[in-house]
C-alpha cells in the first residue's frame, strides 16, 4: 500500500498552488509576538475556561433549574486537568514553532503550526463533546450522539486519506476554487463566524422569554450541542488537506522555492543559515 507521505516531487508539484504558498509563507512571516499571545490566550483560555464548566457541572449537576443525569456516564471522561494541560501545551507549541520560525524557516514554522493546531484542535472538540454530553439528560440520546461522533471520525479520517491518495498519486491535484478562496480568506471568514456566534448566544441569554439566565442558557445548549461537535468535525477535511500540503511543501522547501522563483530571505527568513 503506498503511503501518503511518500509522493515525489513530480507527483505533488501541481497540488501547491501559487495561492498556498503564499499564503503558508505570510502566516509565518507575520506571525508577531501579539499573534502567539493571542494564540494562546484564546485556545488555552478556552481549555481551562471548559474545564471549570465541566468542574462545575459534574460538582453541581443536582442543582440546576433544569434536570441532569447525576449517573452519567461522561462525568469521569477527561476528568484529570493534565488532559487540559497537554491540550493547551499543544496550542501553545503550535505558536511557538510559528513564532520561532518566523525568520530562520517559513515553510517549517508553517508544517509546525498546523500539526500542533490539529492536534490541539483535536483534544478540543473531543473535551467539548464531553461536556456537550454532560448536558443531556437521555441516555439514549448520549448513545447515538457518541455512535454519530465515532462514524463522523471515521469518514472524515478516512476521506482525508482517500483524498491524500488522488493528491499524491491520482488525478485530484488542485483545490476547488472556493477551497482556494477560503485558505486565502480564512482570517476574515473565522472572524465573521466567531461574530455571528457571539451574537447568537448574546441573542439567547438576553431573551425575554424566559426569566432565568441559567435556563436560558442551558435550554439552547442541552439537546443539539453534541450534534454541533459532530457536525465541526468535518473542519478535519481541510485541516488534514492543509497539513499534507503543507509537508510537501517543507519536504520539497527548495524545489518548490526555485519553482515560484522566490528569493531564499523571502522564502525562508532573514536568519536561515541552510
Not at 207 to 231: H, K, N, Q, W
Request: glycine share 4%; hydrophobic share 50%.
Amino acid at each position: 500500500m503506498k503511503s501518503i507521505f511518500t509522493g515525489s516531487f513530480s507527483q505533488v508539484e501541481e497540488t501547491i498552488s501559487d495561492n498556498f504558498m503564499k499564503a503558508s509563507i505570510k502566516t509565518v512571516n507575520d506571525f508577531k509576538f501579539y499573534k502567539l499571545f493571542i494564540l494562546i490566550l484564546f485556545f488555552s483560555g478556552a481549555s481551562y475556561v471548559f474545564y471549570g464548566v465541566s468542574f462545575y457541572l459534574t460538582n453541581n449537576i443536582d442543582d440546576f433549574a433544569i434536570p441532569l443525569d447525576s449517573n452519567n456516564e461522561f462525568i469521569p471522561v477527561f476528568s484529570s486537568i493534565w488532559y487540559i494541560h497537554i491540550q493547551s501545551f499543544l496550542f501553545f507549541i503550535a505558536g511557538l514553532a510559528a513564532f520561532i520560525y518566523k525568520k530562520r524557516n517559513h515553510v517549517k514554522g508553517f508544517f509546525l503550526l498546523n500539526i500542533f493546531l490539529s492536534l490541539g484542535w483535536l483534544l478540543f472538540l473531543l473535551f467539548t463533546f464531553k461536556l456537550t454530553q454532560l448536558m443531556v439528560n437521555s441516555y439514549i440520546l448520549r448513545i447515538l450522539y457518541t455512535v454519530l461522533l465515532i462514524c463522523s471520525f471515521i469518514f472524515v479520517f478516512y476521506q482525508s486519506y482517500q483524498n491524500a491518495k488522488k493528491m499524491v498519486y491520482g488525478t485530484k491535484k488542485k483545490r476547488l476554487a472556493f477551497v482556494e478562496w477560503l485558505s486565502t480568506n480564512r482570517k476574515n471568514v473565522t472572524s465573521v463566524l466567531f461574530g455571528v456566534g457571539a451574537l447568537f448566544l448574546l441573542t439567547k441569554v438576553i431573551s425575554p422569554e424566559v426569566a432565568d439566565l441559567e435556563t436560558r442558557i442551558m435550554g439552547s445548549l442541552i439537546d443539539f450541542a453534541p450534534l454541533f461537535v459532530c457536525l465541526i468535525i468535518s473542519t478535519f477535511l481541510y485541516l488534514n488537506s492543509v497539513v499534507i500540503r503543507a509537508y510537501y511543501l517543507y519536504k520539497y522547501s527548495e524545489r518548490f522555492r526555485q519553482k515560484f522563483g522566490v528569493t531564499e530571505a523571502d522564502w525562508y527568513g532573514r536568519k536561515y543559515k541552510g
